[in-house]
Nanobody
């Protein structure tokens, strides 16, 4: 079992930055991938970024060059640094983690970008 807790959401102006964090606990040794999805009202859930245990990193085309996913060793979290934010980035952002048997989800954190 894996438990996930997100933090760092909030309200920012267009062009600003936010840093989201995802802390995992439980059977951490079983995690094979971690990343972030987001869902805006009336939209399908979409993958934003993830890190796979083989070292590969993936980004949605809409965030390439603006968002960076990385491990924060000081906090023992997976973080998402979001720069040059746009109103269309407004959504609930969900952390996820995969094991060989299941996908686990955090409860989500709201990101709102005003114009």
């Amino acid at each position: 079992q894996v438990q996930l807790v997100e933090s760092g959401g909030g309200v920012v102006q267009a062009g600003g930055s936010l840093r989201l964090s995802c802390a995992a606990s439980g059977s951490i040794f079983r995690i094979t991938a971690m990343g972030w999805y987001r869902q805006a009202p009336g939209k399908q859930r979409e993958l934003v970024a993830n890190i796979i245990s083989d070292g590969s990193i993936n980004y949605a085309d809409s965030v390439k060059g603006r968002f960076t996913i990385f491990r924060d060793d000081a906090k023992n979290t997976k973080d998402l640094q979001m720069n040059s934010l746009k109103p269309e980035d407004t959504a609930v952002y969900y952390c996820y983690a995969d094991t060989s048997l299941a996908r686990y989800w955090g409860r989500g954190t709201q990101v709102t970008v005003s114009s």
